[in-house]
């Protein structure tokens, strides 16, 4: 509080009070020069931050001429910058003493009714304020007036919120989490197990980086750890807020690369055991304003920052966006006058229930220079007028950034020590300051039902009464854990899914549930088993090998050429012989005919050599390739059963409600992602009524699950329906828990 009210006086003494006319000397109230230049002496002090010096200057100034008015004021002044409050009252006293008109006594009542509030004398400033009440003074004055009812107001409230204090026990937290340099700013999951804050680092630059501490079984916090790059770097980084289920983070970060402003958020998120990002969230949240302290709502759907922005209330502001079904933030909306002042509202906090925001202002009515709020949205949607958290959760001093866990029983914020500066608290609420509505929170995991290993799935859950989905998550694929917050009192159906796993769903109330304690689920998805069956190609009769046809018989070789054997007889002229082809014979012995003279004869020419002719090549045999053999064509053991928990019909009715369509609209998905998969509707009832009554319920009631998958556009081959009446029942009827268990409609895989 002293400071919101040192800098409300410092406004009011340089803009406002040296143009009182009251302070302008009349007619033959000449300033001696000498006061007059032990003044201007005194203003160089100030500028050399020598005040102690300046003062001096200005007593010599008045002892010179005890009416300077002028120099009474700067005293005034001085003496409230070094905390001599009874000093400066004497100061503003001795302008009343010298001219008590309208003017001065509005000036000085107001001005010593602030000093009486850094002094906590708040019955003493409530007078001080009273008596400004009751002078007329101009219009141009209404910023003082303003003031006026502003103080008289917080030391109103003061005194009441001092004498009815609410409860409050702070526990400072362990060594592991606060040391001897401030830490602010805390987080923690929904199960407080998990714990991230920010911390001033030591040195000159006195950087902001992210720290964070786990809880371990005993309840005791280790040491807090430096998380590092690339959520910390050599600028500073701040104002963190983490999802309940501890997978999304969103923090404010100074002049980093493509930013838009001298701070801006970004996002991270969680894969594993790492984070991924960060990314810059961009327009139309990121501006070349300052834009920080982000806070994620529990639905993931609303984003809570401060900004300052144009069109605001003034000073920094309290905006939201929200996210869209295209998974864009729409244009940030401001929470208007009845949150956001003319002053800094900060640290928005938005409680999982979706309906109450925490935050700090110095600009709302209370204790000190900031004070802590909470506000509720009605049933409209409209967010109502904030209420002081009462004091002492509030005090003279600063406080900010509290965070309440979903139960609403206890809330985390930062307080100012003596000996270690800012550490990290907590506490258990007072009942005015809790959510109207208590949340707790669903943990569990998802693991293959056979091989026992962890499943990364998705999780939806739905409000059973609206149909309305309320979050969308996933288990984590290295411990196949999740986390989700709802309202406790309402009850919620929940459907895990995978791909190649049949979905499992459960319904579950929360009306009889401990908001303090967490509903624990453990899912077991059942795989698809798929046989692969090869496909063997039928067996064709071979073709008979074409039989290579014959070779052509050559034409017999023509007749030697024979030569008539002729005696020969020599005339004149010489013998000419025939150019034919001669084949020589060997003569048959004959006597020897007497000598007879021969020309020499030419040489023979070569035979002539008759080719066997070419057999034309033989017919190609053709041989027909082989089919390639088809790919193996999947199909499922039979008899894996999913009993479908959210499909609902009215008592003694075959009608599906509409809330089972949810279900309905996942198994149509399921039989789209595996077109092989052929499934029975299975119907069942317990044994309450005739059994050929129940046998025909239930066979009508199996039909209607039939008619809506056909319905969806899944074929009529794949899907078979039967009613079973009460002859299987899985729990025995003797209570009606046991009943309710056997009416019932499942789905069975039947196979190819």
């Known amino acids: ?67 300077y008015m002028k120099a009474y004021l700067q005293l005034a002044e001085l003496h409230t910058k070094l905390e001599q409050y009874e000093k400066a009252k004497q100061s503003y006293y001795k302008i009343l003493a010298l001219k008590d008109n309208p003017a001065n006594q509005f000036m000085v009542n107001m001005k010593v009714g602030d000093l009486n509030m850094l002094q906590h004398d708040y019955k003493a400033a409530i007078d001080n304020y009273k008596v400004c009440e009751k002078i007329e003074v101009p219009v141009k004055w209404k910023p003082r007036v303003e003031h006026v009812k502003f103080g008289l107001a917080k030391s109103r409230f003061i005194l009441k919120a001092k004498n009815d204090p609410v409860p409050f026990a702070p526990v400072r937290m362990n060594e592991g989490v606060n040391s001897s340099i401030d830490e602010y700013l805390p987080i923690v999951t929904a199960d407080e197990g998990t714990l991230v804050f920010t911390r001033r680092t030591p040195g000159d630059r006195q950087l902001e980086d992210f720290y964070t501490s786990t809880r371990d079984s005993s309840g005791i916090w280790k040491d807090a750890r430096l998380m590092g790059q690339p959520l910390n770097t050599d600028e500073n980084e701040g104002a963190i807020s983490i999802s309940p289920d501890g997978k999304r983070l969103f923090f404010a970060a100074k002049n980093r690369p493509k930013g838009k402003g001298g701070f801006d958020i970004y996002y991270c998120i969680r894969e594993g055991d790492s984070w991924k990002g960060p990314y810059n969230i961009g327009e139309p949240i990121n501006t070349r304003y300052w834009d920080s302290q982000p806070c994620i709502a529990a639905d993931g759907k609303s984003l809570y920052f401060v900004s300052r922005r144009r069109g605001g209330e003034g000073g920094s502001d309290i905006w939201v966006s929200y996210l869209n079904d295209d998974f864009y933030w729409e244009e940030p909306i401001n929470l208007g006058d009845q949150i956001n002042t003319d002053g800094d509202e900060q640290t928005p906090f938005i409680h999982p229930d979706g309906e109450t925001l925490y935050f ?193 018989t050559p034409p017999p070789p023509p007749p030697p050429v024979v030569i008539k054997e002729e005696p020969v007889i020599i005339k004149a002229p010489p013998v000419i012989i025939r150019e034919e082809p001669i084949i020589i014979k060997e003569p048959t012995p004959i006597p020897a005919p007497p000598p ?98 129940n046998m025909t319920l239930s066979q009508k009631r199996a039909k209607s699950v039939y008619d809506y998958l056909i319905s969806k556009g899944i074929s009529a081959g794949r899907l078979a329906y039967r009613g079973y009446g009460d002859t299987m029942p899985i729990m025995d009827n003797d209570t009606e828990f046991g009943r309710g268990q056997n009416r019932r409609t499942e789905f069975t895989i039947i196979g190819k």
């Open 1 to 67: 509080m002293k400071k919101l009210i040192l800098l409300l006086l410092g406004v009011c003494l340089a803009t406002v009070l040296p143009c009182d006319a009251s302070l302008k000397m009349g007619k033959g109230d000449e300033v001696p020069k000498k006061a007059q230049k032990l003044f201007e002496k005194s203003g160089e002090q100030v500028l050399a931050g020598n005040l102690e010096e300046a003062i001096v200057l200005l007593n010599k100034a008045v002892d010179v001429y005890p009416k």
């Open 596 to 693: 007879v003279v021969v020309e020499e004869p030419k040489p023979a020419p070569p035979p002539v050599i008759v080719k066997e002719p070419t057999p034309p090549p033989p017919t190609p045999v053709v041989v027909d390739e082989p089919k390639p053999t088809p790919p193996p064509v999947p199909t499922y053991s039979s008899g894996e059963s999913v009993v479908m928990k959210n499909v609902f019909f009215a008592t003694n009715s075959f009608e599906l409600e509409s809330v089972s369509f949810i279900e309905l609209d996942r198994l149509v998905s399921l039989l789209k992602e595996h077109p092989n998969l052929r499934i029975e509707i299975g119907g069942h009832t317990d044994n309450t009524g005739k059994a050929s009554y």
């Open 360 to 552: 700090s202002s110095n600009g709302h009515i209370g204790m000190g220079d900031a004070d802590l709020y909470v506000v509720r949205k009605d049933k409209n949607g409209k967010w109502g007028k904030p209420e002081n958290l009462g004091y002492p959760i509030n005090d003279e001093g600063n406080q900010s950034g509290l965070i309440v866990t979903p139960s609403g029983e206890r809330a985390y914020y930062a307080a100012l020590t003596d000996s270690a500066g800012l550490d990290i608290f907590y506490f258990d609420l007072p009942k005015p300051a809790k959510p109207k509505v208590f949340v707790t929170y669903v943990k569990g995991t998802v693991k293959d039902a056979d091989t026992k290993e962890w499943l990364n799935a998705n999780i939806d859950l739905i409000d059973l009464e609206t149909g309305e989905t309320l979050y969308t998550t996933s288990s984590d694929p290295l411990d196949g854990s999740f986390l989700v917050t709802l309202p406790a009192g309402k009850n919620y159906m929940y459907n895990v899914s995978k791909h190649d796993y049949l979905f499992h769903s459960e319904n579950f109330s929360l009306k009889e549930h401990n908001p303090e304690e967490p509903y624990v689920l453990e899912v077991d998805l059942i795989p698809i088993q798929e046989v692969v069956v090869e496909t063997v190609p039928e067996k064709e009769t071979p073709k008979p090998a074409p039989k290579p046809a014959p070779k052509p």
